[in-house]
Nanobody, 116 residues
Framework: QERLVESGGGQVEAGGSLRLACEAS????????MRWYRQVRGQERELIAGITVSGRSRIYDDSLQDRATISRDNSKNMVFLQMNNLNSEDTAAYFC?????????WGPGTQVTVSS
């Protein structure tokens, strides 16, 4: 079964850091663009970071610019999102996405809660 599973979420104090991980199973991420999205309760899901198949290009939402790093380890079939200097506006459910052409996979999400 093809699936993505996120981990690394939790509660953290403002100013702290978290490293989210996403592990794929049932398929290889080698040919997939990988992205992280987040969704605040009651709002739409938004793209916050992406990394190309090669890993040479990355994009970030302005809200995370200079505070986040997306990376991938194809040998482990995983993608990561390191987030630093977290604030209350980063509180959300974080979702991993894998896309290749018309094929898409989503993880169930992991909750990040930042307390002040």
């Amino acid at each position: 079964q093809e699936r993505l599973v996120e981990s690394g979420g939790g509660q953290v104090e403002a100013g702290g850091s978290l490293r989210l991980a996403c592990e794929a199973s049932g398929f290889s991420i080698t040919e997939y663009v990988m992205r992280w999205y987040r969704q605040v309760r009651g709002q739409e899901r938004e793209l916050i970071a992406g990394i190309t198949v090669s890993g040479r290009s990355r994009i970030y939402d302005d809200s995370l610019q200079d505070r986040a790093t997306i990376s991938r380890d194809n040998s482990k079939n995983m993608v990561f999102l390191q987030m630093n200097n977290l604030n209350s506006e980063d509180t959300a459910a974080y979702f991993c996405f894998a896309g290749s052409g018309t094929i898409e996979h989503w993880g169930p999400g992991t909750q990040v809660t930042v307390s002040s």
